[in-house]
């Protein structure tokens, strides 16, 4: 089927290098690099997969930004969580359409839009009003104005409690999970899922202390190492440089009390 560029899309312009710019089309608009520039006119209209030449005849082939390319090139206020965790915390959290998620903060809206795009229905805590206004612009420019009927963000603090109730899961971005623990308790409903995202280990630990003192059981943390390869001709190896932390992903489900506690189920595979 075809679906030409249009005006106020986002398209991704990737150079002969392989590097990649993210930019919005414009009737009148251009895109301007160290190579002169291209006019969005002669990409408007045109395919994904297209390559245009700037001024100086340099060579940028267009397409649509996937939601990884999205996230790592869109506005940012706070930091964001990256793709290789985005997915494990999908899984985590047993997103699927209809689920019922309170995520809190929510930043700049990576993982936002990894929830609402999945299917779930999120609301976000978020105590900065500035950033929940970037991560609804985010969410809305990224999967457009519909997807806001299942999305909304209040500015507030999560510390202070969850109004919700009988919700699937509560993702947690920030640096004092274990304060969040008592109030999912009330705002899951039995069976529903915990997440959260620790940059350090320390709150991770504590994390999993305030989950042993809880409802909670089958608490798991884990990491995820991405580690990409060089495969060109006879030089097949890991590439060089990766980026070796970001964060811990701790989970855990509320199913208790269970008399005598359940063994912690280790990897998930
Ligand atoms: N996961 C987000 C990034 C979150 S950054 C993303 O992928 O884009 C952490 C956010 O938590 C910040 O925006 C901060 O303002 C917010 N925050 C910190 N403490 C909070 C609290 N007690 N209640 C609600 N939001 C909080």
Known sequence: MSR???????????????????????????????????????????????????????????????????????????????????????MLADIAPGVRVLEAGVGSGALSMTLVRAGANVVGYEIREDFARRAIANVEDFLGSASLGRYRVEVRDVYEGIDEDGLDVVVLDLAEPWRVVKHAEQALRAGGTLVAYTPSITQAVQLREALEASDFELAQTIEVLNRSWHIEGLSVRPDHRMVAHTAFLTSARLLGPVPGGLKSPGAPR
């Open 4 to 90: 030409p560029f249009r005006v106020d899309e986002r398209i991704i312009v990737v150079d002969s290098k392989g590097r990649q710019y993210l930019i919005k089309l414009a009737a009148d608009g251009e895109f301007h690099t160290h190579t002169g520039f291209v006019p969005h006119a002669d990409l408007l209209g045109q395919e994904e997969g297209v390559t245009v030449r700037s001024t100086t005849g340099a060579r940028y082939t267009a397409m649509r930004p996937s939601l990884s390319d999205f996230v790592m090139r869109m506005p940012r206020g706070a930091q964001v969580i990256y793709p290789k965790d985005l997915g494990p915390i999908l």
